[in-house]
């Protein structure tokens, strides 16, 4: 898989289709289910949908990273970044994407047949 992903700093890169749409809990926020192109890859996602509105049969391109950085060196710990790209601001891979969530993954969960994984940021 490759892409604009910033070298080895991609850990995953997968088109999915959105196959469920479920807006009960909040009114801003959708938890979205997809599945992969390939259809070995299942994955939900809870969406802002004021921000990046989506429904049903949307297909949505989805890169994990270990940075923003388009060279893939590591962040500086601020736990911030500018998004008002006034000025000189660097570029980002952000940029490229329509929807970024960025942040730490502080739980992660991997099953013993390895086919299943979960991250909550």
């Known amino acids: 898989m490759s892409g604009a992903g910033g070298g080895d700093a991609t850990l995953f890169e997968e088109s999915f289709t ?4 479920d ?5 801003r926020v959708a938890r979205i289910s997809c599945t992969s192109s390939d259809s070995q890859t299942v994955m939900q996602l809870d969406i802002n949908i004021e921000l ?3 429904s049903v049969s949307d297909t949505l391109h989805v890169v994990l990273t270990t940075t923003l950085s ?3 060196s590591k962040e500086d710990d601020k736990g911030w970044r ?3 790209k ?3 601001a660097p570029a980002t891979l952000a940029d490229l994407y329509d929807y970024v969530c960025y942040g730490k993954i502080y739980k992660f969960e991997e099953t013993f047949d390895g086919n299943t994984m979960y991250a909550e940021r």
């Not at 807006?23 to 009114?27: G, L, N, V, W």
């Open 18 to 21: 959105v196959t469920e749409y």
């Open 70 to 72: 388009p060279d893939g």
């Open 82 to 84: 500018d998004v008002g």
């Open 52 to 54: 990046f509105p989506c």
């Open 86 to 88: 006034a000025g000189d």
């Open 23 to 27: 807006q009960s809990k909040y009114d």
